[in-house]
């Protein structure tokens, strides 16, 4: 097989929101890898496919689950002709606090949050001068799981997938099988350290329908900067 490196070798490594887009530009290009070998971990708390939010919804939509490696979890996608899922739809935007409980909207289409923090000064020179401070984002899904994560600020903006939401490996399959498992119902933004972020965070909720078979190739997910908003909550 040829190998085709995405522009940042490691997924997880693409800590900026531009450099993540790119990364998953390269999966929705015509030049991205004929097959995948996947398997869903993290480290630190972090959680895979919100460490690479963009990619992770161009891999959805752009490969195919053939065959599983039940002994190391490990799951073969195979790049597909035909794009799985439409474009994103913008639902609403709103305005959340840290520690407030926010309901997930209910539907049956893929849901995407954008989350939109904003550093103060103090916050800026901790980041140059030390390390990131960590954002967590505490989930509890419909089947009753509760999880901590932890959030990178830069790449949040590109959306999250809370459904379907893979917290184990037999939902890992059904996400790349047929976009199918459990989802996110609520869930609550933490921070350890108060005095670098801005109390309110901005979402973005949008949804991406399933496409049907036989659907356009060129698809791409991305979000277009500076697209005005179809509906504003707060």
């Given at each position: 097989l040829r190998w085709t490196p995405n522009p940042a070798l490691q997924v997880f490594s693409a800590?900026?929101?531009?450099?993540?887009?790119r990364v998953a530009r390269h999966f929705a290009s015509d030049s991205r890898p004929q097959m995948l070998i996947v398997r869903n971990e993290a480290i630190d708390g972090r959680w895979m496919l919100f460490d690479a939010p963009a990619t992770w919804s161009e891999i959805l939509s752009h490969y195919v689950l053939i065959d599983i490696d039940p002994v190391n979890e490990r799951l073969l996608l195979r790049t597909t002709s035909h794009p799985r899922?439409?474009?994103p739809h913008e639902m609403y935007q709103q305005t959340i606090r840290f520690g407030d409980t926010v309901g997930v909207p209910s539907g049956d289409e893929l849901q995407v949050l954008e989350l939109h923090f904003e550093w103060n000064v103090r916050?800026?020179?901790r980041k140059v001068l030390f390390r990131v401070p960590q954002i967590r984002i505490e989930i509890e899904t419909g089947s009753g799981r509760t999880m901590l994560l932890r959030l990178m600020p830069a790449t949040a903006r590109n959306g999250i997938l809370l459904r379907p939401f893979a917290?184990?490996?037999e939902s890992f399959q059904r996400l790349f099988g047929d976009l199918e498992?459990?989802?996110v119902v609520r869930f609550r933004l933490l921070q350890d350290a108060p005095e670098c972020f801005q109390p309110v965070v901005?979402?973005?909720w949008r949804t991406i329908a399933r496409q049907p078979t036989g659907g356009g190739q060129g698809t791409m997910l991305l979000?277009?900067?500076g697209k005005a908003s179809r509906t504003?909550?707060?």
């Open positions: 800590h900026t929101q531009d450099l993540e887009l899922l439409g474009l916050g800026v020179l917290a184990d490996f498992g459990d989802s901005r979402c973005v979000p277009v900067p504003s909550r707060r």
